[in-house]
């Protein structure tokens, strides 16, 4: 089935159903978006004395919370070479520094939560390119981290090695969030259609008026500031649990360091296979791919699950934390997570608290959404816009009116300029776009 094992293993993760804003409202702090990172924000803030209104387009966590493979993890892919060669040692350290607090933050609140939180190692492996983990490995020890290559790894075909992070994590986010999301005022099926003033929100049956308001929403929906349809794309991946009598215990996480690569990690009596991957609005090898790969590794397993997920690809690799733009003092977002959005969620929350209750934070800089954007990407980005929107098609996005792709797979229309998804009826599935398209 299509559809996500956390939504199945734990009922929704119990997590409380809410009502929809009726009437006008006031508060220190709007949070719009009820995934990971908007739930976190949230608790963040109340527990440092805010009062806090959050506002989800649908339910919480409906979206892309519910389709992680929910690894927690500092390690992503092989990026602590790339930001020492790019940007220096102090700022692959302020990025490592940045998570690892995002992971003991987890490990502190998952011991009073019963959410299958466990401590796991987490491996970059590679097919055939030793050379950059090696790499990895040299710019991890530099900043401290006891990073090691290895060998001995029970993945069921060969490698070039991999790169070991001893005590990284995994845990069921659904329970997770059920958990945590109390102690502040919950809107669902509540969205924000646009910004009135920089205070003033306005939903369909009221307005929110807060100090400060913080974006949450995945992909940032306001376009007259920021500039994140130029920054970002988004990408679909891919998802199968295995099952059967026989499921391997890997006895860790493991990721390939190429961008088409596998991904592994096990739940209970479950193996997860991650893959697929593609430009949304692209094709790509999708569940097809991975239930090949499944019968010539694993044909002993069958497939239980399947489901796919979206993130947001950033220029450089680091999300987009702090204020929505230079020009928004009151206005914030956490956008780009790049696929590794349970730690950035973490990381997001504690540098908007620190940032909006007025207290100095490390990693201000390092995250800040006004950035240099003048890297490769960038052109890469404007050209399919370009491209998409000078595609002759009667189907629109009605975000910024690039040309939809059906997505055979699952089923869909993409845009492959910034990626909102709608189904065949031409529902809104998933954002920047805020609306509907008209399909025939």
């Not at 734990?10 to 409202?25: C, D, E, F, Q, V």
Request: proline letters at 5%; hydrophobic letters at 35%.
């Amino acid at each position: 089935m299509n559809r996500s094992i956390w939504q199945d293993t734990s009922a929704n993760g119990g997590i409380s159903r809410h009502a929809p804003l009726s009437g006008n409202i006031a508060a220190d702090v709007l949070v719009i978006g009820g995934g990971m990172a908007g739930l976190l924000t949230a608790v963040t803030l109340s527990a440092a004395g805010a009062e806090v209104v959050l506002a989800e387009r649908g339910t919480l966590c409906g979206g892309v919370t519910q389709n992680t493979t929910a690894k927690i993890t500092s390690q992503h892919g092989l990026i602590y070479d790339k930001l020492t060669r790019k940007y220096g040692a102090k700022r692959a350290l302020e990025y490592l520094r940045a998570n690892e607090n995002a992971l003991r933050r987890y490990r502190e609140l998952c011991k009073k939560i019963d959410c299958d939180f466990e401590e796991r190692p987490s491996y970059v492996y590679s097919l055939d390119n030793r050379k950059a983990l090696k790499a990895e490995v040299a710019a991890l020890n530099r900043i401290g981290f006891p990073a090691r290559f290895t060998t001995d790894i029970p993945l069921p075909f060969p490698t070039a090695g991999a790169i070991k992070f001893p005590r990284q994590a995994q845990f069921n986010p659904l329970k997770f969030a059920a958990a945590i999301s109390k102690g502040f005022r919950i809107y669902e099926n509540t969205e924000v259609l646009e910004l009135l003033t920089p205070h003033t929100a306005r939903t369909a049956k009221g307005k929110i008026t807060a100090k400060a308001i913080v974006c949450a929403t995945h992909f940032p929906f306001i376009n007259k500031h920021g500039s994140y349809f130029l920054k970002m794309y988004q990408q679909r991946s891919y998802v199968l649990a295995l099952t059967g009598d026989n499921v391997p215990d890997l006895g860790g996480m493991y990721i390939d360091e190429a961008e088409n690569g596998m991904s592994f990690r096990n739940y209970g009596n479950f193996l997860f296979l991650g893959g697929g991957g593609h430009r949304t609005g692209k094709t790509g090898d999708g569940w097809r791919g991975l239930s090949g790969f499944a019968y010539r590794y694993f044909p002993d397993l069958k497939e239980e699950y399947r489901w796919a997920t979206q993130d947001c690809m950033t220029l450089d690799g680091i999300p987009y934390i702090g204020r929505y733009s230079a020009n928004t003092p009151d206005f914030y977002v956490a956008t780009g997570f790049n696929k590794w959005g349970m730690t950035s969620s973490m990381a997001a929350a504690a540098l908007l608290t620190d940032m909006i209750t007025g207290r100095k934070n490390e990693f201000e800089q390092l995250f800040s959404p006004s950035r240099s954007i003048l890297k490769p990407q960038l052109a890469l980005n404007a050209l399919e816009a370009a491209s998409n929107l000078l595609t002759p098609t009667e189907r629109r996005c009605p975000h910024m009116g690039c040309a939809l792709k059906w997505n055979s797979q699952e089923h869909s229309w993409d845009c492959p300029c910034h990626g909102s998804r709608f189904d065949a009826d031409g529902t809104l599935l998933d954002n920047p776009a805020t609306g509907n398209i008209k399909a025939e």
